[in-house]
């Protein structure tokens, strides 16, 4: 007998693995079941979408942003159209601002409750992964209602958005908001006081306040960790300033506490949906700018320079003057950005995304290490992250 | 043993060994009809009436699908292991009494050789683990070696006390001796322990660690297609079958129940298939609520809480055998 050599295994995690949550790969070091280290490897989604931008006019690259974040999609467009409207020097009538809150909300919710069924089916209990979808259908059907999209609703506008609510949506809205906490607490009998999940959770994939903020994480993933930050209250924009609602954090920064601060979070959105459908003020919902907005139908129908503005913009599109903007939104898994740049003319001229899933990922390898390769995935899910906007 | 008696005794083994694929089927039908309610979900239906013919057509299709043998697998041992799972699981049968005076033997070690054998089974997960030369399947595979080491152990305790209180080891005579008071009332403790060791030796959630597909993707049977996988499968069901039928047996009085005794035959055998089926259901209502625990967790559980557990309750039925005198 020889001396015997102590080895690392190599395992290669994914594109293809139902925990990667799409096309992600990680290469897993591993010493037994005890990870050692995680390299995710990127680039299976990438689609250049910045650079799709530079070859569109400002308007036509509103759905490209949907598919950023597709399980959050008004939070993308949202972010986008304000970062041209702050270029423009336009803004949005209330009307408007409280259907973007109402939306974003709505996005948000649907975005926790994937989240929330696939982070626990990680875990084992294929349950709640059906309840999860149920309310989520329920959400659909009201973004389909709206803007006829169920999952890439393209509904913001710059200046606004595409056009005002049917009737009785807002009624369907407060069906939703009425049924949902019920709905929630079935969640939460089955997972949040279960000590199987309390087990695999409690203690798991902790990161420190301070290394949270040096990894540049954002949104549940930052606020786990006990930081209080969201966009929603540093920054408000839309209507949130006008809404009233709490920014939950965690103390621990452990997956359980990820785990909580998302639950509670979808308290707080359906406060600020029942909010914002209560006080939805009355009035347009697109910006009067004639220079970068098309006019009304009505007018174009009467109006002879009201119909060459609709042409003009409609073939030529409006040019923001120069300058360079950054505009961030608060998304369901973090900071949401576009940096644009604008040369004068009707496309931009630089577009450059930053996707909160991405930067949040780049804390995996240091809250995995030393952990188990089955806490691996349950962190994974306590991160949250959506291939669409890790590969851009 | 005359040729007559010996041409019966082949003829029970042949009715077993033919029930057991279909009550299998029926198994994974129910598991799927079950779940499908608990997930709001109507499960298979379009197969015959409600679904009823769905696992007939899942059978076929597993026969008629082409067996993939992975280049650098081992091939004798991949094809052996997902035999050496179903065939201990199947064996047990033979031990088991369905209804008063139905089992296909009744050996005076009885409760020995269900131990000996229902822990070979194992080696087929471990096997096709080593054998499909995967990283995730051998991952698969070492957990239940591990699994299994633990919880054998604290399983085999629980049942010293069934024996110690039947006072024989044939589990025809373990049924005989519950016509009393059911072991599960005399000795809920070592029932809890059984019953969770049990869920550990089938492998199926919220301790199905072997495959785990969060993080193993399917585990040991990550390479196995068509037929390979279906006798994984039919192994884990008759697992879970038998440790139905023994808990049945060993604690809830077997075939007993009201009149049982006296009129014998197709209601001593109602009520062991009720009580099964109760049990069958339990392990799926588990599958469809619980999450799953960690692998380093389930060896804690193993060791510190359930060993401890088995051996206090032999103490337990050495104190009540005592007193009983």
């Known amino acids: ?392 | 043993m005359t040729p007559a008696d010996l041409l019966f005794v082949l003829l029970k083994i042949l009715v077993v060994l033919l029930l057991i694929p279909v009550t299998v089927g029926f198994c994974t039908l129910a598991e799927r009809k079950i779940l499908g309610r608990i997930q709001l979900r109507f499960g298979p239906n379009r197969a015959g009436p409600f679904g009823l013919l769905q696992w007939m057509a899942d059978a076929v299709k597993l026969i008629t699908k082409e067996y993939l043998i992975p280049g650098e697998a081992d091939k004798a041992l991949f094809v052996i292991a997902p035999l050496l799972t179903m065939v201990p699981a199947v064996t047990v049968f033979a031990l088991i009494p369905f209804g008063k005076g139905m089992e296909i033997t009744d050996v005076n070690v009885g409760i020995l050789m269900l131990v000996a054998i229902s822990s070979l089974g194992t080696y087929g997960i471990i096997f096709g683990g080593w054998a499909s030369n995967s990283k995730y399947s051998l991952l698969g595979g070492l957990r239940s070696a591990a699994q299994m080491i633990s919880y054998e152990l604290s399983m085999g305790l629980a049942l010293v006390g069934v024996v110690m209180m039947a006072g024989t080891m044939s589990l025809v005579e373990i049924v005989e001796s519950q016509k009393g008071l059911w072991f599960i009332v005399a000795q809920p403790l070592g029932f809890i322990v059984f019953f969770i060791s049990g869920v550990a030796e089938t492998n199926r959630l919220p301790f199905d660690m072997p495959e785990a597909e969060g993080d193993l993707g399917a585990g040991y049977h990550t390479e196995y297609s068509a037929m390979g996988f279906g006798l994984f499968q039919l192994g884990e069901y008759s697992a879970i079958l038998t440790m139905a039928a023994l808990m049945t047996t060993l604690f809830c009085g077997g075939w007993g129940g009201p009149a049982a005794a006296a009129l014998g035959g197709a209601v001593s055998l109602g009520y062991f298939v009720l009580k099964t089926s109760f049990f069958v259901f339990v392990f799926i209502w588990m599958r469809g609520t619980l999450p799953r625990v960690r692998y380093d967790q389930l060896m804690a559980l193993g060791w510190k809480v359930l060993l401890p557990l088995s051996l206090l309750n032999i103490l337990w039925v050495a104190g009540y055998v005592a007193l009983r005198g």
């Open chain 1, 1 to 392: 007998m020889g001396a015997t050599e102590q080895r690392t295994m190599t395992l290669n995690m994914g594109p293809q693995h139902p925990s990667t949550h799409g096309v992600l790969r990680l290469i897993l070091e591993l010493d037994g079941e005890i990870v050692v280290k995680v390299t995710p490897e990127l680039g299976y989604l990438h689609r250049a979408i910045g650079k799709i931008a530079e070859g569109l006019r400002y308007e036509q690259f509103v759905p490209y942003t949907d598919r950023l974040d597709y399980l959050a999609a008004s939070i993308n467009n949202l972010g986008y159209v304000q970062g041209v409207e702050k270029l423009m020097e336009i803004e949005a009538p209330a009307r408007a601002r409280y259907l973007r809150v109402l939306f974003c909300e709505l996005s948000r919710i649907e975005s926790h409750l994937i989240w929330l069924g696939t982070h626990i089916l990680d875990l084992g209990a294929t349950t709640p992964l059906f309840y999860c979808f149920r309310e989520r259908e329920t959400i659909r059907d009201l973004f389909e209602e709206v803007c006829g999209a169920r999952m890439t609703h393209a509904y913001f506008r710059i200046g606004g958005v595409r056009q005002d609510i049917p009737t009785g949506f807002l009624q369907k809205v407060r069906e939703f908001y009425r049924t949902f906490p019920s709905r929630l607490a079935q969640y939460e009998t089955l997972i949040t006081n279960n000590p199987i999940f309390l087990r695999r959770a409690r203690g798991v994939g902790a990161i420190s306040a301070e290394k949270a903020v040096a990894y540049g994480l954002s949104g549940p993933s930052l606020r786990g960790s006990g930081v209080e930050w969201d966009l929603r209250k540093a920054e408000p924009y839309a209507a949130y300033g006008d809404l009233d609602f709490e920014v939950p954090t965690g103390a621990n920064g452990d997956v359980y506490d990820r785990y909580l601060v998302r639950i509670e979070e979808m308290k707080q959105s359906l406060r600020l949906v029942e909010q914002a459908a209560e006080n939805l003020p009355e009035g347009a919902v697109k910006a009067d700018a004639p220079q970068f907005i098309r006019p009304p139908r009505e007018e174009v129908h009467r109006n002879m320079q009201a119909m060459i503005r609709y042409f003009y913009i409609t073939m030529h599109g409006g040019s923001p003057p120069p300058g360079e903007v950054y505009s961030a939104v608060e998304g369901s898994k973090g900071e949401v950005a576009f940096y644009l740049v604008s040369d004068g003319t009707p496309k931009p001229a630089r577009v450059d995304i930053r996707g909160p899933s991405f930067v949040n990922l780049s804390a995996l390898n240091e809250m995995s290490k030393g952990q188990y390769v089955a806490d691996l995935v349950a962190i994974m899910g306590s991160i949250d992250i959506v291939l669409g906007e890790v590969d851009r």
